[in-house]
Nanobody
């Protein structure tokens, strides 16, 4: 069982930056594919970024967001720059122990952290 705890959300203005963190429990963090997803009010949850050995991004955040991981700290990060009001959502961290770079399903999810971008 893996527990994921997100942090770093908040209220910012358009153009600002935020860095989200996701701390994972367990001793085999490096073997997990990690992902960030988001869900805006009234919308379905959508993929944002993923990392295992390589990184992957949704087109909507490419060039603005950067996903990274620190296996020594069991933590994955999402650096969000040039934020837009349409980035407003609850952001979730997800994990799956797999050799697949971007799983179609993740086994573990965090509780989410709210990001609100005002115009």
């Amino acid at each position: 069982q893996v527990q994921l705890v997100e942090s770093g959300g908040g209220l910012v203005q358009a153009g600002d930056s935020l860095r989200l963190s996701c701390a994972a429990s367990g001793r085999t963090f490096s073997t997990y594919a990690m992902g960030w997803f988001r869900q805006a009010p009234g919308k379905e949850r959508e993929f944002v970024a993923a990392i295992r050995r390589s990184v992957y991004y949704a087109d909507s955040v490419k060039g603005r967001f950067t996903i990274s991981r620190d296996n020594a700290k069991n933590t994955v990060y999402l650096q969000m720059n040039s934020l837009k009001p349409e980035d407003t959502a609850v952001y979730y961290c997800a994990a799956k122990q797999t050799v697949v770079e971007v799983p179609t399903r993740y086994d573990y999810w965090g509780q989410g952290t709210q990001v609100t971008v005002s115009s």
